[in-house]
């Protein structure tokens, strides 16, 4: 049997409405059953006004994970118990590698067009869990871009070509799963087609309407693509996404809250870790 080149749709996932921090409104999509390994979760924050009264995310842990934030409109204000104290703005991304734990807080900002961003949740391999934590901002002008008249990949993370043998790599050099994030946008006509072999595949649609092998994707909906070794995307009337690429780590997925281990066992000693302080003390 032959695997078609081109990637299908195989399946659908609606984001919906959550809250999260204190009180800050967000579209989520999770998928801890390991289904999208290695991505974990996905949420999206938006508001329309500028002055927005957004409550942000206070002090918490994480352990297991890596984050990824990406801002289109607006920023986002970081602070860590390691002493990380940075601001991201339109264009940006910020990485966090958790490993064995980071204490962070974050406060999302408006701009004239509001607030548009989003937060990833990669899962870390088991022998990186408890890896030291480690930080990076990520400026819009260190992304290199793929474009042409109408459309533009903005590459994050990861390597990315098309079948022409055009290609770029992000800055993101160290997402978990050899993970690739990019963030495409397609003018009305605008189509883009993807030379991306990766296991793992998908493509989360946050504005406009996106055609893949005459299937319509609308705002809000994530797809998860088959096997195969093309992606291709069109719009119509003009799409905004962004595309997730990586290899599944193929391990246990143990989740509670901020940590993400392998087993319940390890999620009970994160819990004590965090409650007796070791999360903000020096590692043995």
Same mark, same amino acid.
């Given at each position: ?41 996905? &949420?999206? =924050? $938006? ?12 002090? *918490?842990?994480? +352990? #297991? @994970? ?13 602070? &860590?118990? =390691? $002493? ?12 966090? *590698?958790?490993? +064995? #734990? @980071? ?182």
């Amino acid at each position: 049997m032959t695997t078609s080149p081109l990637r299908r749709i195989e399946q659908v996932v609606h984001s919906h409405p959550s809250q999260d921090g204190d009180g800050v409104h967000i579209q989520r999509i999770h998928r801890f059953n390991g289904d999208l390994d290695p991505f974990l979760m996905l &949420d999206e =924050l $938006g508001s329309d006004r500028a002055d927005s009264n957004i409550g942000g995310f206070p002090p *918490h842990p994480h +352990r #297991g @994970i890596q984050t990824l934030t990406y801002i289109v409109h607006g920023g986002i204000s970081h602070e &860590d118990h =390691l $002493g990380h104290h940075s601001t991201i703005h339109a264009g940006d991304a910020q990485w966090m *590698h958790t490993g +064995r #734990g @980071i204490v962070h807080s974050e406060m999302p900002q408006t701009d004239g067009q509001g607030l548009r961003g989003f937060q990833l949740w990669l899962n870390l391999p088991a022998h990186e869990k408890m890896s030291e934590p480690r930080y990076r901002d990520v400026r819009a002008q260190e992304m290199p871009q793929l474009t042409s008249d109408h459309t533009t990949l903005t590459a994050i993370g990861g390597g990315w070509a098309t079948p022409a043998g055009e290609s770029v790599t992000g800055p993101l050099t160290d997402l978990a799963g050899s993970a690739g994030v990019a963030h495409i946008e397609l003018q009305a006509g605008g189509e883009l087609a993807l030379a991306v072999d990766s296991e793992t595949l998908a493509v989360y649609v946050y504005s406009g309407t996106l055609q893949i092998d005459d299937q319509v994707v609308v705002a809000g909906q994530l797809v998860k693509l088959g096997p195969g070794e093309l992606l291709h995307l069109a719009s119509h009337n003009g799409c905004c996404c962004l595309v997730l690429a990586g290899t599944p780590h193929g391990e246990p997925i143990a989740h509670y809250g901020p940590f993400v281990m392998n087993h319940m066992h390890e999620i009970d000693q994160a819990l004590q870790d965090y409650r007796n302080g070791a999360f903000t003390q020096d590692s043995p």
